[in-house]
């Protein structure tokens, strides 16, 4: 994968790509802390700048729903869109309700080429919605 994006393979990247991989929406402190499980001497920079190329290199998807920190995660490339818990910033994928690349259409593109559209799912997820309707 690395190689595929012309990137040079190294220990911290390997290691921050499979923690991307194995904890979808993880924070950055949280990719520290998978990240230490294999190498404990990282840095912090040394996380911070593979996250950056990564994401940069389109390996990863960086997201920031309004009012969070940045999220990671390695499913890239499908447009697909998320939902965000309101009480606990639980993270989840949704995907494309009408296909590929639904909302690419705009009312008006104001001579834009568009490429991409964020849409982002805003309620309480099913925990934060139990404890409230209790
Ligand atoms: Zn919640
Ligand atoms: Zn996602």
């Known amino acids: 994968m690395l190689r595929a994006a012309a990137l040079r393979v190294t220990r911290p990247r390997l290691a921050v790509l499979g923690a991307v991989h194995a904890h979808p929406h993880a924070d950055t402190d949280s990719i520290i802390g998978a990240v230490r499980n294999d190498l404990p001497e990282v840095?912090?920079?040394?996380?911070?700048d593979s996250l950056h190329t990564l994401t940069a290199a389109g390996l990863?998807?960086?997201i920031q729903p309004l009012g969070s920190v940045a999220r990671y995660e390695s499913r890239v490339g499908d447009n697909h869109h998320h939902v965000v818990c309101r009480s606990c910033g639980a993270i989840a994928d949704v995907d494309c309700a009408v296909g590929h690349a639904p909302c690419l259409t705009a009312s008006?593109?104001?001579?834009?080429?568009?490429?991409e559209a964020e849409v982002i799912y805003w309620g309480l997820c099913s925990d934060c919605s139990a404890v409230r309707s209790s």
């Open 108 to 115: 008006d593109d104001h001579g834009f080429v568009i490429d």
């Open 43 to 48: 840095s912090h920079q040394a996380v911070y």
């Open 60 to 62: 990863v998807r960086r």
